[in-house]
């Protein structure tokens, strides 16, 4: 027999049942059948045999019905009823089927299939919009990614390709006459890529000395040591003493001498243009680095007698 | 205390994976592998035993003992060899073989068809006739639209702001939720060429979306290690309004020159020399790297770079042929993620040496 108040009365305060829910203000009751989703006496579907429910599948909505005839059915309980899919129809449909039931049932049927109506909606017109995609990251993947980033990177020298890019540029004459470099340098990397003779390469690099400007300044330098981390920096300059390396090495001549005050007079302009505009380029101060002892041995010798003087 | 040890090798069985026996035989007076069941039998045997492997030693701190002697075993013999090989470079002068170049994955690399011969003329007529032919003609100007996905958080907005200073004729529109289908054909009417998206994940920026706009090719880039111009270190001012020249490296096989096209359409075509800035997009490894410079020739061999301006590094992940369409585009190129490294096999799609 159906009694209806026993069962409230143990599982609705005293005893345990495994629909509720409880917070702090409130309990909700779990069970699919409920029609408001809130656990009180008049809600429950365990607790009153006399009940109806609306509920949503894929779209549809049917009207569940329970009467105290069919409690010793289980299978058959609940009476399903699709309801149409226009609006007014259904709530007539509700009416009709719910017709003398108590006010309460029949009232939040209506109320729950109008919030699932709405809810459809919502998501039909959700699905016309833009919709977010997610893409899960591997991990693993990511991992390696990023290793393979960074050796990827390592072996790309970025500065240095683009330097020499640059300056592929500037010898093919593509900056025009923005930048006005001797030519004679532009023949001479030339000249050495026809000709393989040693000799010639000498005979031009004397004579360019001898046009040289400075040609009286002295300069206190160091020995072989600052020409190879000097010419290092240079890749043509490399080519370009290959041969001559050897022999300058091997005999000191006059000419040695000269190429080293040449070199310096670079470097010093170099050094002092890119003061002047005030940058500190990131490869300038590598490359300032190699040539930096030799500006240091330079002002060694002058500042320790100023400041033997002060003292 | 190899005494010791002995206790625990005759336990074990014969058949052994014999890793670590050189240990056996730089300690002991090199006895042989297969001289251990005669060992066995002879339970007074001074020597150590050769198959005995340091893994085997339950005590954690001698087996670490074990182990670090026999690294330093390996490596002594090691610099024994490379000195033996000095010496015998030094004595043979100038009749040495020559130094061995060393492996790299640009060496070990299998050749790709792909790669693009210069005087190839079938690509030269496609890339007269693709999609970029009238900004290569020098029929149209770039106009770059740059916006974000929805609600883009502050890194990202500033991204932008960066990327358009790097790009001339480049503006910035704050996407209100607009799909992007819908917002193309309006960029089209107005004259824009490009539509780029920066996508946003967790306050970063990583994703780009790249497309050229009169119907043409949609690039899908993933980016990452995003620095901006606040974060670089020893960088100049920011970038004037000159239009940079373009540095592209390493774009050449088909694919890598599509995607070439595609940056360099980006940028007007006459670059501004006196501005003296240069954007470099580098191809190395299927990475893309972006850089921004200011440069200056101190002589005609030697030129100074300072970056200004924000760096990042692309991968390319799809390449789709018309316009913006994740649904029903026609995808050129796909990146497949093989969880197994085939890196000596198949070259990169992109890229050469």
């Not at chain 1, 001479?188 to 003779?197: I, N, V, Y």
């Not at chain 1, 330079?298 to 100023?306: D, N």
């Not at chain 2, 100074?304 to 369409?325: A, C, M, N, V």
Request: proline share 4%; glycine share 4%; charged share 35%.
């Amino acid at each position: 027999m159906q009694h209806d108040d026993v069962i409230w009365d143990i599982i609705g305060n005293k005893q345990f049942c495994s629909f509720k829910v409880k917070t702090k203000s409130q309990g909700f009751c779990r069970n699919e059948y409920n029609i408001t989703g809130l656990c009180n006496r008049s809600s429950c579907p365990l607790a009153n045999s006399q009940y109806a429910t609306i509920r949503e599948e894929k779209g549809q909505c049917f009207l569940y019905m329970k009467v105290i005839e069919r409690a010793a059915f289980p299978a058959k309980m609940w009476e399903k009823v699709k309801l149409s899919k226009n609006y007014e129809k259904a709530l007539e449909q509700i009416d009709e089927n719910l017709i003398y039931w108590p006010r309460f049932i029949r009232h939040k049927c209506k109320q729950r299939f109008t919030k699932i109506t709405q809810y459809l909606i919502r998501m039909r017109k959700l699905v016309l919009k833009r919709q977010r995609k997610l893409v899960p990251l591997s991990r693993k993947v990511e991992r390696r990614e990023k290793r393979k980033e960074e050796k990827a990177l390592i072996a790309a020298q970025l500065d240095n390709a683009i330097e020499k890019e640059l300056l592929e540029r500037l010898k093919q004459g593509t900056y025009g006459d923005i930048y006005n470099f001797p030519v004679h340098a532009f023949d001479r990397a030339l000249e050495q890529q026809d000709a393989e003779s040693e000799s010639e390469s000498e005979e031009e690099e004397e004579e360019e000395e001898v046009d040289d400007e400075d040609v009286g300044k002295r300069e206190f330098v160091a020995d072989e040591e600052v020409e190879e981390s000097d010419l290092s920096d240079f890749e043509e300059m490399n080519k370009l003493r290959t041969s001559s390396d050897e022999e300058d090495e091997e005999e000191e001549e006059s000419s040695e001498e000269e190429e080293e005050e040449e070199e310096e007079m670079e470097m010093e302009t170099k050094t002092k243009a890119s003061r002047s505009k005030g940058k500190s380029p990131a490869n300038g101060s590598a490359a300032r680095k190699k040539r930096a002892y030799v500006e240091i041995e330079y002002e060694q010798e002058t500042e320790p007698a100023s400041k033997s003087r002060t003292t | 205390e190899f005494m010791h040890l002995k206790f625990y090798s005759k336990k074990k069985k014969n058949k052994k994976p014999k890793k670590k026996s050189p240990e056996g035989n730089a300690e002991s007076s090199g006895v042989e592998k297969e001289e251990e069941k005669m060992e066995k039998s002879e339970p007074g045997a001074a020597a150590f035993p050769p198959t005995f492997s340091v893994s085997e030693i339950k005590n954690k701190q001698r087996r670490h003992l074990m182990f670090m002697k026999f690294k330093q075993e390996k490596r002594k013999q090691k610099m024994q060899l490379k000195k033996k090989k000095k010496k015998e470079r030094e004595a043979l002068g100038d009749k040495a073989p020559p130094k061995e170049v060393p492996k790299t994955i640009e060496n070990q690399r299998v050749f790709d068809e792909t790669m693009v011969d210069p005087e190839d003329e079938e690509v030269a007529f496609d890339e007269a006739t693709d999609e970029f032919s009238a900004y290569f003609n020098g029929l149209t100007n770039p106009k770059v639209l740059i916006t974000t996905s929805d609600r883009p958080r502050g890194r990202t907005v500033r991204f932008c702001e960066q990327l358009a200073t790097v790009i001339p004729n480049a503006h910035v529109y704050y996407r209100r939720g607009l799909a992007l289908k819908r917002v193309i054909p309006q960029c089209v009417a107005r004259n824009f060429t490009y539509l780029m998206v920066i996508n946003e994940d967790r306050k970063m920026p990583n994703g780009m979306v790249l497309c050229h706009l009169p119907d043409g090719p949609t690039a899908h880039f993933k980016i990452s290690s995003v620095r901006l111009r606040k974060e670089m270190k020893r960088r100049g001012k920011d970038p004037t309004e000159h239009s940079p020249e373009v540095i592209l490296n390493n774009f050449s096989t088909r694919l890598g020159h599509s995607i070439g096209r595609l940056f360099a359409a980006l940028f007007p075509q006459d670059p501004q020399f006196v501005g003296r800035q240069v954007a470099t997009f580098h191809n190395q490894r299927d990475f893309i790297f972006f850089r921004f410079h200011r440069y200056i020739f101190k002589n005609e061999k030697k030129v100074g770079i300072q970056e200004l301006g924000p760096r990042f590094t692309l991968k390319l992940r799809s390449l789709q042929k018309g316009t913006f369409d994740s649904k029903f585009g026609e995808y050129e190129w796909v990146l497949k993620v093989s969880n197994f490294s085939l890196r000596r096999q198949k070259s990169c799609d992109k890229e050469t040496n």
